[in-house]
């Protein structure tokens, strides 16, 4: 086959290499524009499983990278005039020169033909090659030919940063923060041969902007750079060798994915690799990993399918199918933690201490755990957890999800909430033998709070027939029933949420067969009943409309709910919150989709706020002052024109205001368009971006699963308690279990169940030590 590789970055080169040494037949060529062993960039860092990959496909270049690397494990941060190191993280540093260089003398002891000094115009100018690899990095003049085909994705991120050097070593991978009168920069510093460290500088486009760094040619802002780090650098120069195709100074990243990898032109097949059809921020620092897993993954094609030009439609459908798996999930996390890199000056630096906000930057791409953490770093992470653990007013280390926390007068003992689930078992509003075996079971379960369902102030303002009330002194003492049995029984507190169903009230218990959020069948014995909301408009499109509330209605509204706030409290509740979230009544008015209001509690978030403000108020002035309150509320619509997670900070600042304690961060349910994405504690960003810009404590729910979650995001200060709903539902005892799964004994269980306490210990344990044993650590 004739093969011509656009550009001679890792991923043209080694792919060349690659090929060659799989058909020695094949006449390869590699493009470039630039002179041989002449190229932009300081170090680039990749791990040692991505050298594993490359010493079974070829040693002979594995080999020279690994006597070129620099290794080192640790990790420092100096921010506020502190420096904190933690190690086990394990990086190998190269000179992007020194690689390259490699690859370049590999390439010509193995026949491939290296043709530099050449501008390559299009793939259309190679007509005789079989395949032309388009490996001529994140501007790619062949991907830009072909956007019909290629269907590139480029998201151009608002940060500024400029890729510098220093003869200043650096023996862990450092990053160095420092506030300037305009806001934060950081530097993104690693040693990458015996002599040099690249050092990447970073700040927001504003930052960069109110400095005049626009303005500023390369020299002045190497000058700027110095000065800012003049500290650290300790009388070393910064560098610049970006005098090719990164331009002279500051860039903003940008971030590439394609949905078509590759195409026939008319002559030739043309595929994408490395940078040309995916970019991952050099804040996770895996773009040189990608491209070179692209590489060999193309060879592999090759070699299992076959390396002649009838193969090659199927070879580039299958390294598409194979690679676009990997990739994705690498620029998610490396999305994670750019976006860290990107608000950490508006949102951590100021907010974290020294301590947290370590903590904070190591786990910022949320691929990497609690747990994983302490597989790195035991001591380190034994330290923190020690730290977190005094502050929470307890000695010695503990994971962060069995700290207590205090608000008012009330201690939690840990930092789980069973988070409110509606059970549709509720007959006239009243709570019975159910509602106590279901709460009673999981206070015993180890939750330091469990939340009541929804219950509603009103006859009129349940979801179902089978919802919980509280607008009679009968439902009062079955309440405190319950309540008692929980304070005489179990060391948990409970919580009552009192919310108004609105636009999506009367409908069927989910069982009833017409499916969630449907109204009653007709001629059911159940009969439906008149709806009131924010505005004259159903919740589902056959739905029943409800009338829009009248200035009557909402006092009468209000009233119900401060009578049910004095009714909670006579029951005996521990905690009390208000339900503003999901589409139910108070949310309905928050959210600009469902409040179509032309009076003062429409338009603006403002007005659309006022109502549910003045019930807070008034519930907040009846609930005794020693007590807590907190709020729920869908951050996030998931529909276009719905309410942001920006809107949704002001929400929180303004019930603050109001005398909130916390806001329980959930989303969505507002509107049936809406399209969350789901994940692994999908709504915490929601929770931990509240807690630091409004500061307010926050409560995180949403796909929390494992102690390991929840131990990460209290530990990051992403949030101040966890509410976990589902796996309550599976498992009553699920804080007991996570506790017993990651090894946590000092845990005290209820003394009725003592003696199931060291069977589950003892059989995680042995799970643990299997895992231990077959990873071989
Ligand atoms: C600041 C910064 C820091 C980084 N840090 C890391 C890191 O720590 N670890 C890591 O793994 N990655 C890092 N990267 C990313 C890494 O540099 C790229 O992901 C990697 O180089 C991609 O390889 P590539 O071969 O696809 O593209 P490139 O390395 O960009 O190579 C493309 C080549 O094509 C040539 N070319 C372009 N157009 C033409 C043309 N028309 N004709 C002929 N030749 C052409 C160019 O001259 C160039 O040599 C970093 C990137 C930046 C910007
Ligand atoms: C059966 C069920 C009933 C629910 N009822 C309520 C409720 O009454 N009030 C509320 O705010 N959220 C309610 N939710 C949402 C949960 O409190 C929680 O926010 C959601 O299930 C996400 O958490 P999870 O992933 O841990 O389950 C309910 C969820 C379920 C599954």
């Not at 010509?108 to 005789?128: H, I, R, T, W």
């Not at 807590?628 to 002001?650: F, K, N, Q, Y």
Request: glycine letters at 8%; hydrophobic letters at 40%; proline letters at 5%.
């Amino acid at each position: 086959m004739k093969i011509v590789c656009i550009g001679g970055g890792p991923a043209g080169l080694y792919f060349a290499l690659l090929m060659k040494k799989l058909g020695p037949q094949h006449d390869i060529t590699v493009v470039e524009r630039n002179k041989p062993y002449d190229t932009f960039g300081w170090g680039v860092v990749f791990s040692d499983q991505t050298l594993e990959n490359m010493r079974q496909w070829d040693p002979e270049t594995a080999e020279e990278v690994q006597q070129a690397f620099n290794h080192w494990d640790d990790i420092e941060l100096h921010f506020k005039d502190r420096v904190i190191r933690s190690g086990g993280h394990g990086f190998v540093g190269i000179g992007r020169k020194k690689l390259l260089n490699i690859l370049q003398s590999r390439c010509e002891q193995l026949g491939v033909k290296l043709a530099f000094e050449q501008d390559a115009n299009s793939d259309l100018d190679y007509p005789d090659a079989d395949l032309i690899i388009a490996s001529d990095g994140v501007n790619s003049k062949v991907r830009l030919r072909s956007p019909e085909v290629y269907q590139p994705d480029i998201v151009t991120r608002p940060n500024r940063y400029i890729w510098l050097g220093t003869k200043r070593l650096y023996d862990a991978f450092t990053f160095l923060f420092e506030k300037t009168e305009h806001g934060w920069f950081q530097a993104h510093v690693y040693k990458f041969d015996e002599h040099t460290s690249t050092f990447i500088v970073e700040c927001p486009e504003h930052v960069w902007l109110a400095h005049g760094l626009d303005q500023a040619d390369p020299q002045q802002s190497i000058d700027f750079c110095e000065k800012l780090f003049a500290k650290n650098l300790q009388g070393e120069k910064l560098m610049s060798n970006a005098r090719h195709l990164r331009g002279s100074a500051w860039l903003n990243f940008q971030r590439v994915k394609c949905a078509h990898w590759w195409q026939h032109n008319g002559h030739s097949h043309v595929v994408l690799m490395g940078d040309a059809v995916h970019t991952a921020h050099f804040a996770i620092g895996s773009g040189t990993k990608l491209a070179l897993e692209d590489a060999i993954e193309l060879v592999r094609q090759f070699k299992a399918l076959g390396d002649t030009p009838a193969h090659i439609p199927e070879v580039l459908r299958q390294y598409q199918a194979v690679r676009e798996i990997d990739v994705i999930r690498l620029q998610n996390a490396a999305w994670n933690a750019m976006e860290w890199f990107e608000v950490c000056g508006e949102r951590y630096c100021d907010q974290l201490e020294p301590e947290q906000f370590m903590y904070s930057m190591l786990t910022r791409s949320q691929r990497i755990s609690h747990e994983n953490l302490r597989l790195r770093d035991k001591a380190w992470l034994e330290g923190y957890e020690a730290w977190l653990a005094a502050r929470a007013g307890t000695p010695g280390a503990r994971p962060p999800m069995f700290t207590p926390y205090r608000l008012r007068s009330l201690t939690l003992k840990n930092r789980v909430v069973v988070s409110p689930m509606a059970q549709y078992s509720a007959e006239d509003g009243r709570v019975g033998d159910y509602h106590l075996t279901h709460l009673g079971a999981r206070a015993l379960g180890g939750a330091g709070l469990v939340m009541v369902e929804m219950t509603s102030p009103s006859e009129d303002g349940r979801i179902t027939h089978g919802c919980p009330g509280l607008w009679n002194d009968t439902q009062v003492q079955d309440f405190a029933r319950i309540v008692n049995w929980i304070h005489t029984q179990s060391d948990a507190k409970i919580g009552l949420q009192l919310g108004h169903a609105g636009a999506k009230g009367s409908t069927c218990r989910p069982w009833q067969g017409a499916g969630m959020d449907q109204p009653l069948p007709a001629g059911d014995a159940e009969t439906n009943w008149p709806l009131i909301a924010a505005s004259a408009q159903p919740y589902l499109p056959d739905g029943q409309v409800p009338r829009a509330m009248t200035r009557a209605d909402m006092d009468r509204v209000k009233a119900d709910f401060v009578a049910a706030t004095q009714r909670a409290a006579q029951a005996g509740f521990d905690w009390l919150e208000l339900h503003c979230a999901h589409g139910y009544l108070l949310s309905g008015f928050i959210s600009p989709l469902t409040n179509q209001r032309s009076d003062d509690y429409g338009g603006s978030l403002e007005n659309r706020l006022r109502y549910p403000l003045e019930v807070f108020a008034a519930m907040r002035a009846a609930w005794p002052a020693h007590l807590p309150m907190s709020v729920r509320i869908s951050a996030h619509d998931w529909v276009e024109g719905g309410l942001t997670p920006a809107d949704a900070v002001e929400v929180a600042r303004a019930f603050k205001a109001a005398g909130a304690d916390m806001i329980d961060c959930s989303s969505g349910q507002v509107s049936p368009k809406q399209k969350p994405t789901y994940g692994r504690m999908y709504q915490t960003p929601f929770a931990d971006r509240i807690r630091q810009e409004a500061g307010i404590a926050t409560i995180a729910v949403g796909a929390i699963q494992e102690a390991d979650h929840v131990n990460s995001i209290i530990a990051a200060g992403r949030a101040d308690l966890c509410a976990v709903g589902r796996p309550h539902l599976a498992n009553p005892a699920w804080t007991l279990t996570e506790a017993a799964r990651i090894g946590y004994t000092p845990l005290a269980w209820p003394r009725t169940y003592v003696s199931g306490k060291s069977q589950l210990e003892a059989g995680f344990a042995r799970e643990r030590a299997l895992q231990t044993a077959t990873r071989g650590d």
